[in-house]
């Protein structure tokens, strides 16, 4: 199946803004990139505002699609929050890997309120995943799935600062600590 012109653009875009930073990419070069008209390239996106906002939206999607993989793949909560860590490190595992697109878009452009209110969604969507984990695990409060949410995104912002995916697993340990720790007793 052929993609869309929009999703073509959208693609290239989101590489080039993921890869080299919103505001580093201006319009001329996506219009390069992606051998498109600027005409058609207004006609799908009005503005470069839109343009972020869509990108920002695409990988939304992307991200919540893989977690929900996890959660469907892995029957136990505990193993779901494992995988999840484990993924994250995969990724951030890789020399393009530069850290959580959504904070990077709202430190480049979060003047715009239809990047930040995507960006805003995300990071909602994503703490309620690990809510909805703690629940079906039968144990934890919002507390402690907020502390798991603030760890994946604790081990994204250090890996991007610090280049080093170890940071991850790190989290992921942290993680299955709070996890635990949040169980209730077993009697022997």
Same mark, same amino acid.
């Given at each position: 199946?052929?993609? $869309?012109? !929009?999703? @073509?653009?959208?693609?290239?875009?989101?590489?080039?803004?993921?890869?080299?930073?919103?505001?580093?990419?201006?319009?001329?070069?996506?219009?390069?990139?992606?051998?498109?008209?600027?005409? &058609?390239?207004?006609?799908?996106?009005?503005?470069?505002?839109?343009?972020?906002?869509?990108?920002?939206?695409?990988?939304?999607?992307?991200?919540?699609?893989?977690?929900?993989?996890?959660?469907?793949?892995?029957?136990?909560?505990?193993?779901?929050?494992?995988?999840?860590?484990?993924?994250? @490190?995969?990724?951030?595992?890789?020399?393009?890997?530069?850290?959580?697109?959504?904070?990077?878009?709202?430190?480049?452009?979060?003047? !715009?309120?239809?990047?930040?209110?995507?960006?805003? &969604?995300?990071?909602?969507? +994503? $703490?309620?995943?690990?809510?909805?984990?703690?629940?079906?695990?039968?144990?934890? &409060?919002?507390?402690?799935?907020?502390?798991?949410?603030?760890?994946?995104?604790?081990?994204?912002?250090?890996?991007? +600062?610090?280049?080093?995916?170890?940071? +991850?697993?790190?989290?992921?340990?942290?993680?299955?600590?709070?996890?635990?720790?949040?169980?209730?007793?077993?009697? $022997?």
């Amino acid at each position: 199946m052929k993609a $869309s012109i !929009s999703d @073509h653009i959208l693609a290239s875009a989101g590489a080039l803004f993921y890869r080299e930073g919103i505001r580093a990419v201006g319009i001329d070069r996506i219009i390069e990139e992606t051998n498109v008209a600027k005409a &058609t390239l207004y006609r799908h996106f009005p503005s470069k505002d839109h343009l972020v906002a869509a990108y920002l939206q695409d990988r939304h999607e992307r991200v919540i699609r893989s977690l929900e993989e996890v959660l469907n793949e892995v029957p136990s909560p505990r193993d779901q929050l494992n995988l999840i860590f484990e993924r994250l @490190h995969e990724k951030a595992d890789s020399p393009e890997f530069r850290g959580c697109a959504f904070a990077l878009a709202v430190a480049e452009h979060g003047d !715009s309120e239809r990047v930040v209110t995507v960006a805003r &969604t995300h990071k909602a969507a +994503v $703490s309620q995943m690990f809510r909805a984990l703690m629940e079906r695990s039968g144990a934890g &409060t919002a507390q402690q799935a907020a502390h798991l949410s603030l760890l994946y995104e604790g081990a994204l912002a250090t890996v991007a +600062v610090g280049r080093d995916p170890q940071a +991850v697993l790190t989290a992921r340990d942290c993680a299955l600590f709070v996890f635990d720790a949040a169980r209730p007793p077993t009697r $022997s």
